[in-house]
């Protein structure tokens, strides 16, 4: 089935029925979180379609403890098959020393987040993410399946509103990520964080938008 067909086979579906049909015609499957302020909507409709699939946090060691706690908290909850993926330790140790962020946000998003991540794609035929599309521009006219490169990208999520997210969280008693009620919007590393609506949060007085796993 070509992309074009999946999306239009796809276009009708709830995200549940989504994921559910998804899980049923692919194998090979990449499925990343962040634990941000949306992560656990997709965490729980998966977990509940398939419970064993494994699921990669990619800690950069810059996260706020609120976000490990967070991580730990819904690991529990929805019995998360969860497995934790680090950058390369002296790369790593090189930006803590260097204060990288400070001078070179790509190198130091590069370094923690996108040659991790690039390594851990190796072997896959798709990816899953919890992109939405009112997250920002480059994300508001994404497709549900996007083809980049030798792999597939799936956004199940993608045209969601954020009203519909926030009563999937009451309705499924899922607890909110406790930065949210502070006013952090869009939670990624903490010294690249601020408080802000959407992603206005992130990379502030930057016009960096996007860590570059997504671009």
Not at 59 to 71: D, R
Request: proline share 4%.
């Amino acid at each position: 089935m070509t992309i074009g067909e999946l999306n239009s086979k796809y276009k009708s579906m709830s995200p549940s029925e989504r994921v559910a049909s998804f899980f049923q015609e692919f194998d090979d499957i990449l499925y990343t979180s962040s634990f941000g302020t949306t992560a656990a909507y997709l965490l729980h409709l998966i977990s509940s379609v398939k419970s064993d699939q494994e699921v990669f946090f990619l800690n950069t060691t810059y996260h706020f403890v609120e976000t490990l706690a967070y991580k730990e908290k819904l690991v529990n909850q929805l019995n998360l098959n969860l497995t934790e993926i680090l950058p390369e330790q002296w790369k790593n140790e090189f930006t803590q020393k260097d204060k990288t962020w400070t001078k070179d946000q790509d190198l130091c998003c590069s370094i923690n987040k996108v040659e991790p991540m690039d390594k851990l794609k190796e072997g896959k035929k798709v990816w899953i993410s919890g992109l939405l599309g009112y997250q920002n521009k480059h994300r508001k006219d994404l497709p549900i399946f996007e083809q980049k490169g030798d792999m597939i990208k799936f956004y199940p999520i993608i045209d969601v509103p954020e009203e519909e997210i926030n009563a999937y969280y009451k309705e499924h008693n899922i607890p909110k990520h406790p930065l949210e009620s502070q006013g952090y919007h869009s939670i990624g590393c903490a010294q690249c964080t601020v408080k802000g609506k959407g992603r206005a949060g992130r990379w502030t007085n930057s016009s960096k938008t996007e860590c570059g796993l997504h671009m």
